[in-house]
């Protein structure tokens, strides 16, 4: 007679989680094998946002493969239309000897819903259960679900206490949307595959060799400054994919725009004289202009740039110049669009007319730019004068 656990779940992606209470699973109870099933359209969850159905069985299937116990089933996925776990039981009973005893396999969460899937009864009276934490869910919520189900259903559950991994899907799947690393929290394998195919909104990181100069610039910059530089360079690229910009070039001058912008005065004025800065009158009394000027000559002593446009697009980033390069319209602009910026009016706007047409949105940018300094009183520098007379030809008139 064997002892079979049912390992059901969407997969999306299989995580340590899935795979560490299976395996407590199978140890306490002494498990000849266990399944995973990867659900087809599971009744419970959101279908539209569902990973496809292949790529979870690969998942699964990678996941499992060091583990002689695991095995994978595509029971569910080949089932047409919406799959219920008592039909899956259903199938599984009929392709094994009758004396085989089945475990379904739940995580606490699950074990609360049990009573709402398809024919809770039937379900029941076909397969015991094993019941595992979850964190979250209490003991005693546990304990009192497991005594209801076994009066009123005749269940059959046997609590394990695994491992409590604090792992679901979802924060996986957020994680990977936002860049964050997931690593030891799913199979490298399983990274790879998703890193490969670049599901869930996976984010590459283009530029390996950028991590040295992220590196230097976590030490030279504010924390806020950090997740704005890097907010500058990732909108950066998304233009520069809009417009058929370098890339590469886009994120590197979006990346080191600001290098120079927490330098002291001291340091300001030291490395200046040492880059040959010049500084006119108005960059003295308006000091905050000079880390443009400074990024682009720190730039290329410090961080090895070369590339004359990289460096253009850096030192016009504050002031603007008349008829900038492709990519100096992008840094420029990225630098007051991009995710992170703290809204001010006209933020959107500005965004907007980026995405559609960039000599606009640098006019409009310059135009917000220098009414927001005449009113703060500030002297606004003759490049931004000049360059607003260049580009207001590409303001269109309002369509009303
Ligand atoms: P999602 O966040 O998309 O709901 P999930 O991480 O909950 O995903 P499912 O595929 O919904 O994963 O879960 C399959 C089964 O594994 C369920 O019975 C669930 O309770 C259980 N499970 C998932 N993660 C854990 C975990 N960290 N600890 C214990 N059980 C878990
Ligand atoms: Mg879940």
Not at 74 to 97: F, N, Q
Not at 180 to 201: A, C, F, H, T, W
């Amino acid at each position: 007679m064997e002892n079979i656990g049912i390992m059901g779940g969407t997969f999306d992606p299989i995580h340590l989680g899935h795979l560490a209470l299976a395996e407590a699973v199978r140890d306490e109870l002494d498990l000849d094998k266990v399944i995973f099933v990867p659900t087809g359209e599971p009744p419970h969850k959101d279908n539209e946002n569902l990973g496809s159905g292949e790529d979870r069985f690969y998942m699964t299937v990678l996941a499992c493969k060091g583990n002689p116990y695991f095995e994978v089933s595509r029971i569910e996925l080949d089932r047409e239309g919406i799959t219920y776990s008592v039909d899956t039981v259903k199938a599984l009973k009929e392709l094994y000897p009758a004396d085989t005893k089945f475990y379904f396999i739940l995580g606490a969460d699950s074990l609360m819903e049990l009573e709402n899937w398809r024919e809770p009864k039937t379900l029941m009276s076909l397969c015991s259960f094993t019941a595992v934490g979850r964190p979250g869910f209490k003991g005693k919520k546990v304990e009192s679900q497991i005594k209801k189900l076994r009066e009123k259903y005749k269940a059959d559950i046997v609590y394990v206490e695994g491992i409590r991994l604090e792992i679901s899907s979802t924060d996986i799947r957020t994680k990977i949307a936002s860049g964050k690393s997931v690593r030891y929290i799913i199979p490298e394998s399983i990274s790879e595959y998703i890193e490969n195919k670049g599901l869930y909104g996976f984010k590459p990181e283009f530029y390996p060799e950028m991590g040295v100069f992220k590196k230097k610039l976590k030490k030279e910059l504010k924390p806020g400054r950090y997740i704005h530089t890097l907010g500058v360079a990732e909108e950066a690229v998304k233009l520069a994919e809009i417009f058929g910009e370098d890339k590469h070039k886009a994120y590197t001058a979006g990346l080191l725009h600001d290098c120079a912008k927490n330098f002291d005065t001291k340091r300001t004025f030291k490395f200046c004289e040492e880059y040959k800065v010049a500084l006119d009158n108005i960059l003295r009394e308006q000091p905050d202009l000079i880390h443009s000027f400074l990024g682009a000559a720190v730039a290329e002593h410090e961080y090895g740039i070369k590339d004359g446009d990289t460096l253009n697009a850096i030192r016009y980033h504050t002031t603007g110049r008349a008829d900038m390069s492709r990519l100096e319209e992008i840094v420029y602009l990225a630098d007051m669009t991009e995710p992170n910026r703290t809204f001010y009016e006209g933020l959107d706007k500005i965004r907007e007319l980026s995405y559609h047409n960039l000599k606009e949105a640098v006019a409009e940018a310059l135009k917000q730019t220098i009414n927001f300094n005449r009113e703060k009183g500030r002297i606004v520098h003759p490049l931004s004068l000049e360059a607003f007379e260049f580009y207001k030809q590409f303001l269109r008139e309002e369509i009303i």
